[in-house]
């Protein structure tokens, strides 16, 4: 099992950055898969960025080019460093984590884009 604590979420106005962060309970490296996702008031829940064990990244079109997941394995834990926000980013924002075939979700983090 994994528990998995995310911070770093608040208002921003439009432009603006932030860094999200998900702490792992055990070793990222045993983790097959961690990703960032977001849910909005009346849609459904959609990957914004992940990364394998392996540090392959993949990120959702609606977020390339402003946002980067990265990691810091001895800390064991996940970032999310997000650029050039918009209000459409506005959402809770999940880290969700992989160990076998079992997903594992945080209780999520608020970010708010003021325009």
């Known amino acids: 099992q994994v528990q998995l604590v995310e911070s770093g979420g608040g208002l921003v106005q439009a432009g603006g950055s932030l860094r999200l962060s998900c702490a792992a309970s055990?070793?990222?490296?045993?983790?097959?898969?961690m990703g960032w996702y977001r849910q909005a008031p009346g849609k459904e829940r959609e990957l914004v960025a992940g990364?394998?064990?392996?540090?392959?990244?993949n990120y959702a079109d609606s977020v390339k080019g402003r946002v980067t997941i990265s990691r810091d394995i001895v800390r064991n834990r996940v970032y999310l460093q997000m650029n050039r926000l918009e209000p459409e980013d506005t959402a809770v924002y999940y880290c969700?984590?992989?160990?076998?075939?079992?997903?594992?979700w945080g209780q999520g983090t608020q970010v708010t884009v003021s325009s």
């Open positions: 969700n984590g992989v160990l076998g075939y079992t997903g594992y």
């Open positions: 055990r070793s990222i490296l045993s983790i097959n898969v």
């Open positions: 990364i394998t064990s392996g540090g392959t990244t």
